[in-house]
């Protein structure tokens, strides 16, 4: 089975705070992405990456930054935490191949910044 | 505007009725439509991926169909337990150059199935 597993299920943060969020995955699919999900505006992408060092700004990139120094991870950077950026975070990552070409999501991290 | 829509937004059933999710999207260039299971506070886990040339996929008491011509795809519920009480996600796997592999999804059906 494919396993996307992300650092923290919870994690609290003050303003101001550097974070990091870390997805890994065991299945070398090319493709990874990072979400954030809000209740009534659904899963918007922040981030997406197709391949090692490359990355491409989703349709919230703003306030993020990613990285992907190996295939098996991506992380997700939070370069000065601000009470908006509260949410759930989801990574997900996908394959070309046709035949396994399903995208699996790891399960969440729940952020809080006070 | 690569729109996927989802109707209903919620749906509460009594166990054992059958019961059909609808998604729309408004973008024909589709690599695949894929269903997803949301369980509160969790990830989500991939039901059916119905590829491009197909027309419909199957699991268990699942059946999903995907019409491109009319921009539509159905999850179709048999015999509903409460079991698979949840959200239900749709979304469309992009195959236009500019954002190929990239998935877009609806805001989902949050399905009650009550004893």
């Known amino acids: 089975d494919v396993k996307v597993t992300q650092s923290s299920r919870y994690l609290v943060k003050r303003t101001g705070e550097k974070v990091f969020l870390e997805c890994v995955q065991d299945?070398?699919?090319?493709?990874m992405f990072w979400y954030r999900q809000d209740p009534g505006l659904g899963l918007r992408l922040i981030y997406f990456?197709?391949?090692?060092?490359?990355?491409e700004k989703g349709d919230i990139p703003e306030g993020y930054s990613v990285s992907r120094e190996k295939k098996e991870r991506f992380s997700l950077i939070l370069e000065s935490a601000s009470t908006n950026q509260t949410s759930m975070y989801l990574c997900?990552?996908?394959?070309?191949?046709?035949?396994?070409?399903?995208?699996?999501f790891g399960p969440g991290t729940r952020l809080t910044v006070l | 505007k690569q729109e996927v829509t989802q109707i209903p937004a919620a749906l509460s059933v009594p166990e054992g009725e059958n019961l059909v999710l609808n998604c729309s999207f408004t973008?024909?260039?589709?690599?695949?439509l894929q269903w997803f299971r949301q369980d509160p506070g969790k990830g989500l886990t991939s039901l059916l991926l119905?590829?491009?040339?197909?027309r419909e996929q199957t699991s268990g008491r699942l059946n999903a169909s995907l019409d491109k011509s009319s921009g539509r795809s159905t999850l179709y519920i048999a015999a509903s337990q409460p079991g698979d009480s949840a959200t239900y996600l749709c979304?469309?796997?992009?195959?236009?150059?500019?954002?190929?592999?990239?998935?877009?999804f609806g805001r989902g059906t949050q399905l009650t199935v009550w004893p």
């Open positions: 979304a469309r796997r992009s195959s236009r150059g500019s954002t190929l592999g990239r998935l877009y």
């Open positions: 119905i590829q491009s040339s197909q």
């Open positions: 973008d024909s260039a589709i690599y695949n």
């Open positions: 990456s197709y391949d090692v060092k490359m990355k």
């Open positions: 997900a990552s996908t394959t070309w191949d046709r035949s396994t070409d399903t995208q699996y």
């Open positions: 299945m070398d699919h090319e493709n």
